[in-house]
Structures are given as structure tokens and as C-alpha cells.
């Protein structure tokens, strides 16, 4: 522990309240898999799953406990699995061909992994628990775009077991990267080299049914549709317009930065329909940063779960001149913004392809 290490500690535990009730483990770097997008659907999990060895039992059980959690009956719960057989109808290719590869690669039946997959559509609902997550887009003194976000959400310890990052490959090189859940083929973080990043945050509106109902009318499973957003958008603003105008099965927000200053977007989506888009810069109290958690940018958030004021103190406490990648992760390791259900905290420079991290969580404050 050098003195620089040292000084390091005291200027943190100045600027920021440390979180209490550590329980004693340190957050980890997540591992990195290639998943090549020339090889067929089929093919492409199967390294990944068979090298992270997940045993079918354990994937199973807690898919079950995340599923019962997400939805409140149990006839829901057999709703979602009429679906999950009937994967054909409800999952567009390439998703289904990767789905049925990962689940013959490791014995874990169709239906959990395809539940697995669609549970964020059938489950983002007006009256769901408390899931939670941040993503922040802000630029640097010199204008450079970093995006971090924390993903929280139900039985994390189960997640963060299976928390990894991707680098998608196309052509023999990295097209983008990603931080996903194994056996999860949609994208809810990821950095496309040199054009964009984006990240999704839950938004909780309507019905479950209308959700539901979206799928049969085959709008674009929410984060399948921001995984093709990365796949197929080259820049910022082609990745902004796709964000704004595909009909998603569920509500969500998408965060957006690029690689010029000002480059940066909150999305806001209803299932079917655009609802509101906040760019950088707009709002005239801090200019220089974004941060969306679970509610309407334009609405105050609930006193109950203030996690974006928690972020704006901790972002202007550091200021835009001292703003950096490092700087990012500490303002999302702030007491409720990171929290007991926090899985990863991933921070990311679409301009910097040295700049993506992820690291997951076993730090988090107890319960
Ligand atoms: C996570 O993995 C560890 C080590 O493999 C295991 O002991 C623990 O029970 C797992 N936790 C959950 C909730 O699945
Ligand atoms: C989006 O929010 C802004 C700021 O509150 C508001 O002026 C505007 O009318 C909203 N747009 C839509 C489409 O609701």
C-alpha cells in the first residue's frame, strides 16, 4: 500500500460517504468471452456456456426463483411458460437458434433459457418490485463521453454468478462489447468501437398484459432490440433514432452516449411508442452529465427511492475537471445508487475502446 494508494483512500473518503456494512469481499473484474457473430447461431454461446461450466440444476432453480419473483402469480408464471414452448411464434432469429445452442450445449431445457430471455418484457409491469438500476452519461473536462450504470435487480448473488462480459466479434475483429448473464443473449450494457454505447434501465408502466400482448404483435424484445441497436448502428445518431422509433415489447429507457461532446440521450419508451428524449445538455443545472434511474426525467422521483439526487450529488461534488473513468465508478459506488441488489457496475468510453469495465459486485452492503 504506497503512499500514492494512500492519498488516494483519504481524497475518496472525503468526497464520498463509504457504503457501511461491507461485508468483507472485494468487487471483481468480470471475465471476457468472445462470441463471434460469423459463426452460426447455434454455434456461438457454446464455448461460452461449456468454459463457464453452469450446472443445469443450479441454472434452473434460479431462473425459477427470478421468475416467481418478477411476477406475482402463479398463473402468470404458466403463462410465461406457455410461451417459453412456443419459442418459434414469440423469439426472431438469430435469438432462437442461439437460445436452442446454448440449451443443447448444456442440458438446460429450452424453456428456462427462453424464460430467461423474455423475463424483463413479461415482468416490466406498473406494479412490480423494486428493481433498480443507474446509468450515467457525462462528458470530461476536454468533452470525451464516459457511460457507467449499475445493474440491480432480484436475488443478485444468483447474477453476479453469472455476470460476464462479451466481446462480440465480426469480420475477425471486436465490433462491440458487452455485459450480459450467461445463458442471456440480449444486450442491456454494451459499447459499439468508435461509435456508440448504450445502456437500458427498467421503466415500470401499464400492464402486464399489455406486454404481452405486444409479443403477439411481434414488437422487438426490449433488449434483443438494443443487442441489433450494436450490431447494426454506426454512430450516434443512427443509434438514437433506432432507439427512439423501434416499438419495444416493454416500456424501458435507453441511455445513449457517443464519441463527440454532447453526444448523450435518455430515451424514453412506452411499449409501442416514444414517450420523451432528454439530450445532453439540456437540462441548465448540469450540462456536462446525464443520470436516469427508473423515472420520467421529467418527473421528481419518489422520496422512497431517490437514487438519482444520490447520483447528481456525488457527480457534482466531483465536477466535470476531475471527471474520469475512475472518478465514474466511485460516483456509482455512492450509498443508494449502489446498493444491496447492485450485480455489475460497468464503465465505458465508445471513443476509448480501453475504456470497458465491469466489475462485479460482491462488495455491496448487506441487507
Ligand atoms: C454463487 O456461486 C457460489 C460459488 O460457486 C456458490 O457457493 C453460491 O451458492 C452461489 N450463489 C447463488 C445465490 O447461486
Ligand atoms: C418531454 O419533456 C419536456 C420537458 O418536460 C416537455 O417539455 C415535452 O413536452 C415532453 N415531450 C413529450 C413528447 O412529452
Known sequence: MGPTFFVWTVLASLIFVSVSAFNGRNAEPAKTFIVDLDDPPMQRWQKVV??????????????????????????????????????????????????????????????DVVIANIIYDVSAFGSSGNKACTSIVTADKSGKIYHGRNLDYEDPEFLKNLTIQVDFHQNGKSLFMATTYLGYVGVITGSRHGAFSISGDERDSGEWWQNLIAVAEKSDITFFHERMILEKCTNFKEALTEAMSTPTIAPVYYIIGGIKPKE????????????????????????????????????????????????IHAMNRVGQDEMDAEMLYKVLSVPLVFNKDTTYTTVMSAADSSVYRTMIRWDGPED
Request: net charge negative; no cysteine.
Open 264 to 311: 448523450g440521450a435518455i430515451v424514453v419508451r412506452n411499449a409501442h411508442t416514444l414517450a420523451n428524449v432528454t439530450m445532453l445538455g439540456m437540462d441548465q443545472t448540469h450540462p456536462w452529465y446525464l443520470v436516469e434511474t427508473n423515472y420520467d426525467p421529467w418527473k421528481a422521483p419518489p422520496a422512497s427511492d431517490d437514487r438519482r439526487d444520490a447520483a
Open 50 to 111: 461449456l468454459s463457464a461450466a453452469v450446472d443445469a440444476s443450479y441454472y434452473k432453480q434460479g431462473i425459477d426463483k427470478l421468475l416467481k419473483a418478477a411476477l406475482s402469480s402463479e398463473a402468470l408464471v404458466e403463462l410465461v411458460e406457455v410461451i417459453a414452448k412456443d419459442i418459434e411464434k414469440f423469439i426472431p432469429q438469430p435469438f432462437a437458434d442461439e437460445i436452442r445452442g446454448i440449451s443443447q450445449a448444456t442440458g438446460i431445457p429450452l424453456g
